[in-house]
């Protein structure tokens, strides 16, 4: 069946080093894509998506690009701040019709901790 | 701005006790979700709705049941609370034109 498969954490990184997050899926099709970030002590919100093969997401200096050759759509930011400190989720929506076609399928999620 | 507003952050029940989580959407979406998150597992689906009345059961329906009676509103329960359920409960609402699903804040519960 479908699933997503993404680095385990914690991750610890200083000031304005590079991120990466890996993701890899396994999907009948080609699904849609996104990545949803959890700040301490709230729900998750979307931070980007990509709906076709080579589409890239962008919000807040994070980038992903869709892979179909590789099945992954790795999360990527240049210089990280200290609030960006949160746990990441990597998720692919279901592609299939009637009621549960929204259904996103996640990952375990990657928490990331930012040092000063 | 979507608002999904979760009844309760914190809670906290007894073995045996029937407890209800109760989430409000107010973009008028059709699709609504219940999810619980535990370290180490993620997110698995416990229930979805796409319509008024309609439910259907996600990964782990075990203990649960749900209700939808209006569009706005999809409520969680818990039929006989067991401490296995301890866990932060996430609610989300999506509207199919996008895909998107929008969180709640959710609900830390804690069965002793």
């Known amino acids: 069946g479908d699933s997503v498969t993404q680095m385990e954490g914690p991750v610890t990184l200083s000031e304005e080093a590079f991120l990466t997050i890996n993701c890899t899926y396994t999907a009948t099709g080609y699904p849609s894509l996104f990545w949803y970030v959890q700040y301490p002590g709230e729900g998750l919100q979307l931070l980007l998506k990509?709906?076709?093969?080579?589409d890239k997401g962008s919000n807040k200096g994070f980038e992903a690009t869709y892979r179909k050759e590789t099945t992954s759509f790795h999360l990527e930011k240049g210089s990280v701040q200290v609030s960006d400190s949160a746990v990441y989720f990597c998720a692919l929506r279901i592609m299939n019709y009637g009621g549960s076609q929204g259904n996103l399928i996640f990952g375990k999620g990657t928490k990331l901790s930012v040092k000063p | 701005d979507v608002k999904v507003t979760q009844s309760s952050r914190y809670l906290v029940k007894r073995t045996g006790e029937k407890v209800f989580l109760e989430c409000v959407q107010d973009?008028?979406?059709?699709?609504m979700f219940w999810y619980r998150q535990d370290p180490g597992l993620g997110l698995r689906l416990i229930y979805f709705s796409y319509d008024v009345k309609m439910k259907e059961k996600g990964d782990i329906p075990e203990g649960y049941s749900v209700s939808r009676e209006k569009k706005e509103r999809f409520s969680l329960i818990l039929e006989s609370a067991s401490t296995n359920q301890t866990s932060m409960y996430l609610c989300?609402?999506?509207?199919?034109?996008?895909?998107?699903?929008?969180f709640g804040p959710g609900t830390r519960l804690t069965v002793t």
């Open positions: 989300a609402s999506m509207r199919l034109t996008n895909y998107e699903q929008y």
């Open positions: 973009m008028d979406h059709e699709n």
């Open positions: 990509a709906t076709k093969a080579d």
